[in-house]
């Protein structure tokens, strides 16, 4: 999240990182454009590997009122000046589709709520059928499981993506991002023997290169969301 002074110290938006591959900027405030475009250089900043042309879905879902379109223009103008790719909005509902149409972008769903927030324990894994990669995930590609957990028997190369529903198993070397829940289930897990990602992401958290413990690279390890946070562990 942004940190900082003055407008600075209170964050206007929240960027989950999620859904097949598509960040998810949930604004909190949009009337300071200034202030959020401030914000928004201070959070690509400190995450470069998020960055980098990232496609990005607006979620207007935690404000009273709908921006109008000029502000929304405003929004979609500061977030391409920041380096990320806004690509829609999200929530199908009569006011997001009129605003959706005026500005000619497309509607997303809202992500679903975790199953894994009924019952059950916050950290056990994803019950779900795999589909297994035997081959290596290749810089600039994507192997995607929907509905299940992913299984790479190789390894995930840089500027590679490895994203399921479920949890993440790579029994090679995790270079690239791995993004498990990416519906939205909480009790995903990501595991590998040789741990040197460029981001982890369950359920939407994630944490980046720079922010991950230096003594676990190259180790075994495994990531869980530990309620709101984002634990990385060696194994």
């Not at 790479?152 to 995790?174: K, Q």
Request: with cysteine; hydrophobic share 45%; aromatic share 6%.
């Amino acid at each position: 999240m942004p940190t900082g002074t003055g407008a600075e110290a209170n964050p206007l938006f929240e960027l989950k990182f999620g859904q097949v591959g598509i960040a998810r900027l949930r604004f909190r405030a949009c009337d300071d454009i200034e202030a959020l475009r401030r914000q928004l250089d201070i959070a690509i900043g400190q995450s470069p590997a998020l960055s980098a042309r990232a496609p990005v879905v607006f979620d207007f879902g935690d404000l009273d009122t709908l921006p109008d379109v000029a502000t929304t223009r405003a929004l979609l103008d500061s977030v391409r000046a920041a380096g990320m790719l806004p690509v829609g909005l999200v929530d199908r509902s009569a006011p997001n589709e009129e605003l959706a149409r005026a500005l000619d972008l497309p509607l997303f769903a809202k992500p679903r709520a975790s199953a894994g927030k009924a019952g059950g324990h916050a950290n056990a894994p994803a019950a779900v059928a795999g589909l297994h990669r035997e081959k290596m995930v290749r810089s600039g590609q994507q192997v995607y499981a929907r509905g299940r957990d992913l299984v790479v028997v190789a390894s995930v190369g840089n500027g590679a993506e490895a994203i399921a529903d479920g949890s993440i198993h790579v029994y090679g070397r995790l270079s690239g991002r791995a993004l498990a829940g990416a519906q939205g289930e909480t009790q995903a897990r990501i595991y590998c023997s040789d741990f040197r990602a460029e981001l982890v992401s369950i359920a939407g958290r994630y944490r980046v290169f720079e922010e991950l413990p230096a003594d676990l690279r190259g180790r075994p390890v495994q990531v869980w969301l530990d309620g709101e946070k984002l634990v990385v562990a060696g194994i």
